[in-house]
């Protein structure tokens, strides 16, 4: 047991640790970081990055080299995600297309298309959304209703996605759609990849509880698309959903925010009712919690990783990071602010301050909670793929999906 | 980087359950609390059989020369089939302190002694309804002799020596004294886990031997402890989910097994959380044991917290799944409970733990 590279792995971070220092500028602190001053510069800043990794041979480490990846390790792609952390870097914005949309056109799309459309994704040149949830169907994303019928070898679909991030900047998208309503619902579903440039696509923003607009509804009215454009067989979208799906839990990870070490340093600092917070035995015993909790994580990640690197496949087992995390985040957050008493809930445009990071995390948590797979779907997940428990009893089983009961919510 | 226990090391702790379930452990475990033996003397001299008494106890001293990887495994597997001997007192504790504070005199006496099982150790700490602190030790040793009392003191109507804490003219440190000396008083001690003994012990006078140590070192053997009672509390919580979920998978009600509604699924992901993370932090405390790292007293907090944690959630849990079968006194889930309140008591509670963490890391973090 040990945390030491192998020699092959410390000549890769030096590798690593050597190029990022020659292409990008060191943090000079923990709370250093890259920000940018709108959406639309960020997306310029972060299409320039990419296009540095992808010439310097950094770019999708995961992906084959054909495609303009470098086929690392996971232990490789841990190693490079230490090392960049240290440097002030764009993010964002590619990881949807990367991740979820990149492996799936790698199992199901044709050589012609892999080579059209997976080298321009690993430069940042063209970006790519997922359209999956719709307004009646979240957690029971099977539900989804956006109809594709075929006439000749093109389809048209109708119909409305929601939650969709990025779907504003995105050149294609990955979508599921219902061919076939008289079907059970897990059987009547098919995918494609569609430009999101068609005539018939309607991209809204949606205002989240945070007053931002980092999700889109996405309309389709007649919108065509070609067959050669459907990935896997008619029918089968579900299985192919479910490739990314799983990539989706693995995506969303660790919820970003203010952590044990922010609360840990505040409560350090703050004065509460006359003496420093961390002399006050309710905030240490929070932040034991916390500290156990986020060190419980990570190691269980290192398990993982060590797990990798012997060439076995992650569990499920992953699914209980999100759940912890931002479970872990909504509470920090209001410890944060609660720390700040009354000046807490203050809004700010004060570069830096205190409380907006907590306020971040407030409105953060609760949506991150929820986003890929709600606590209550992964406790699902982590019972009956992890334990073995049995699913639910459903009350859709079996039915053809046009004859499946629905609410008015 | 390799975070895992290697191939021999799994294999070790294979041999270690399946002997233990070949043993009917947890059946030993009852009869010890429903009967008059202290502990089970038959599954103890098997457990010295198997070497696991001398597994990090080095061999010029009578041991086998393991790491403490090895014992990590061990007490894993002893903490999920709830073995009613004193294994901890003496290794974790007796062995520890010998070994690490003793003179070589006295390591050629008690290690190899410890090591065949010939002995039993027992740690003397606690002397009355609250924590024992550098300031709060009433024991005092002075020209060769100790007195005072202490009590909860675990396996101290069986053992035949202690590792007392007592205070001197500079600090509090550790010393050891035979039970047959004269002076010592034995009191057997009732608790909650009567699968575990439990004495007063009083000292009047008692010939003791001093070993080399102040009260960082008392502190030093506790977090070194920490971290194998906690892979104790970790087998015990993941005993507690399994036997919860095998129960809920074959109990029906209202036309269908209780494993299939989501208040019990949940309820066991909760227990799956709450012992991934335990097993993750025990790994990190086990690392820092086994390579004698500088975050120890970090490592040792964490994992003793969250294994901690995990073993009451899923003691208690596992008593809610089963319903009303799981109150009954046939059932194994309150040996479970008892234990994991006996554990979480024996080296200091949860607040005390809570705290040491942060401050070992304000120590770490100094601003």
Redesign the interface.
């Known amino acids: 047991?040990?945390?030491?590279?192998t020699p092959e792995?410390a000549n890769f971070r030096k590798e690593a640790f050597e190029w990022l220092k020659d292409n990008a500028e060191l943090k000079e602190g923990p709370k250093d970081g890259w920000r940018a001053a709108s959406e639309e510069e960020g997306l310029k800043q972060v299409k320039v990055w990419q296009k540095k990794l992808h010439d310097g041979g950094w770019a999708c480490l995961h992906w084959p080299k054909t495609f303009g990846g470098r086929e690392s390790s996971p232990?490789e792609r841990v190693i490079w995600g230490q090392e960049v952390s240290k440097f002030k870097v764009p993010g964002g914005y590619l990881e949807i297309g990367q991740g979820m949309a990149g492996p799936v056109m790698m199992m199901y799309a044709t050589e012609d298309q892999k080579e059209r459309y997976l080298p321009p994704m690993s430069t940042g040149e063209e970006i790519w959304c997922q359209l999956f949830s719709e307004p009646a169907a979240g957690s029971d994303v099977a539900g989804i209703k956006t109809k594709a019928e075929l006439d000749g070898d093109t389809w048209t679909v109708n119909g409305q996605k929601v939650w969709t991030s990025g779907a504003h900047f995105s050149d294609y998208g990955i979508l599921v759609t219902r061919s076939d309503p008289s079907a059970p619902k897990h059987k009547g579903l098919t995918f494609f990849f569609v430009d999101m440039k068609s005539p018939g696509i309607e991209v809204k923003p949606i205002k989240q509880i945070s007053g931002g607009a980092n999700f889109n509804e996405v309309y389709f009215t007649d919108v065509k698309i070609p067959d050669s454009q459907r990935l896997g067989a008619v029918g089968d979208g579900w299985k192919v959903s479910l490739t990314t799906l799983m990539n989706e839990r693995l995506a969303v990870g660790d919820a970003s925010g203010p952590d044990f070490q922010e609360a840990?340093s505040l409560a350090?600092?703050q004065d509460l009712n006359g003496k420093l917070a961390?002399e006050n035995?309710s905030v240490?015993?929070k932040?034991?919690?916390w500290?156990?909790?986020q060190?419980?994580?990570?190691?269980?990640k290192?398990?993982n990783?060590?797990?990798l690197?012997r060439g076995e496949t992650p569990g499920p087992?992953s699914s209980?990071t999100k759940?912890?995390s931002g479970n872990k985040l909504q509470e920090i957050a209001n410890f944060g602010m609660d720390m700040l008493d009354s000046a807490g809930i203050l809004r700010t445009d004060e570069e830096g301050a205190e409380q907006s990071m907590y306020q971040y995390g407030f409105y953060g948590a609760a949506g991150i909670r929820i986003a890929g797979g709600t606590d209550?779907i992964?406790?699902?997940i982590?019972?009956?793929q992890?334990?073995?428990?049995?699913?639910?009893?459903r009350a859709d089983k079996g039915l053809p999906f046009n004859e499946i009961p629905t609410g008015n919510k | 980087m390799n975070f895992e226990f290697s191939a021999d090391q799994m294999q070790l702790k294979d041999i270690a359950r399946k002997f233990l379930e070949k043993e009917e452990s947890v059946k030993r475990a009852r009869n010890v609390l429903e009967g008059e033996a202290s502990y089970d003397e038959d599954l103890w001299s098997q457990i010295i059989e198997m070497g696991f008494t001398a597994t990090s106890i080095p061999e010029e001293y009578g041991g086998l020369g393991l790491g403490y990887l090895e014992l990590c495994v061990i007490a894993e597997e002893l903490g999920r089939s709830l073995a009613p001997t004193p294994f901890s007192s003496s290794v974790y504790l007796a062995s520890e302190a010998v070994l690490n504070f003793g003179d070589d005199s006295t390591k050629q006496v008690y290690l190899p002694a410890l090591a065949a099982g010939e002995k039993i150790g027992a740690f003397a700490h606690t002397e009355s309804n609250t924590s024992p602190t550098e300031s709060n030790i009433e024991c005092s040793f002075s020209d060769g002799t100790l007195s005072g009392t202490k009590i909860a003191v675990v396996d101290g109507d069986i053992a035949g020596f202690y590792i007392v804490t007592a205070k001197n003219d500079s600090s509090v440190g550790l010393y050891l004294v035979d039970a047959s000396s004269d002076g010592v008083d034995i009191t057997a001690q009732p608790t909650l886990d009567p699968s575990r003994s439990h004495a007063a012990v009083t000292f009047n006078q008692a010939k003791a031997t001093e070993l080399k140590s102040d009260w960082s070192d008392v502190l030093n053997l506790l977090d070194r402890a920490a971290v194998l009672f906690s892979f104790e509390q970790l087998g015990g919580a993941e005993a507690c989910m399994d036997m919860a979920k095998d129960y809920a998978m074959g109990r029906y009600a209202f036309g269908r097994s209780i494993a299939s509604f989501q208040a019990i699924k949940h309820k066991l992901a909760d227990m799956f959380i709450a012992v991934e993370l335990a097993r993750s932090n025990c790994y990190y405390g086990a690392w820092a044991l086994s390579t004698d790292a500088p975050e120890l007293p970090t490592a040792a907090a964490t994992c003793r917290v969250s294994a901690s944690q995990a073993y009451h959630e899923c003691s208690k849990e596992n008593i809610q799944t089963h319903g009303g079968m799981g109150f009954t006194w046939e059932f194994d889930c309150h040996l479970y409970y008892r234990r994991c309140r006996q554990l979480a008591a024996n080296i200091g509670s949860q607040a005390i733990w809570k705290d040491k963490l942060i401050s070992s890391l304000e120590r770490a973090n100094q601003i």
């Open positions: 047991m040990d945390f030491n590279d792995e232990i840990f350090r600092g961390i035995d240490r015993d932040l034991a919690d500290y156990c909790q060190s419980g994580l990570k190691f269980a290192y398990r990783i060590s797990a690197s087992q209980i759940i912890v209550e992964l406790k699902n982590i019972s009956e992890v334990l073995g428990m049995p699913q639910d009893m």
